[in-house]
Nanobody, 119 residues
Framework: VQLQASGGGLVQAGGSLRLSCAAS????????MGWYRQAPGKQRELVAT???????DYADSMKGRFTISRDNAKNTVYLQMDSLKPEDTAVYYC??????????????WGKGTQVTVSS
């Protein structure tokens, strides 16, 4: 299984970026897909997740600014980030994992993509 993230970069505060993460090596339509981030000196934290049925969950600080979506036909998860703030600067990691009802506990991480927001 491979996860290839793209779309990171440098943007000014108030700007937007769209991250993409394409998964390969299996079929992931039933998996939970998500994004996490890790800022320098901090622990990795949840950004957002989306289930196979489209149910989303966001960290409080991202609600209203970030939108997660997925395309099951393409095995791809997206993160639209608007109204970016300097504190959003971090390495963003995509994640896919089996849902709670799945008989296997599988959890995969991408390598991460850097997002830098300048003030």
């Amino acid at each position: 299984v491979q996860l290839q993230a793209s779309g990171g970069g440098l943007v000014q505060a108030g700007g937007s970026l769209r991250l993409s993460c394409a998964a390969s090596g299996s079929t992931f339509s039933s998996y939970v897909m998500g994004w996490y981030r890790q800022a320098p000196g901090k622990q990795r934290e949840l950004v957002a997740t989306i289930t196979s049925g489209g149910t989303t969950d966001y960290a409080d600080s991202m609600k209203g600014r970030f939108t997660i979506s997925r395309d099951n036909a393409k095995n791809t998860v997206y993160l639209q980030m608007d109204s970016l703030k300097p504190e959003d600067t971090a390495v963003y990691y995509c994640n896919i994992k089996t849902p709670r009802w799945h008989p296997q506990r599988l959890n995969y991480w991408g390598k991460g993509t850097q997002v830098t927001v300048s003030s």
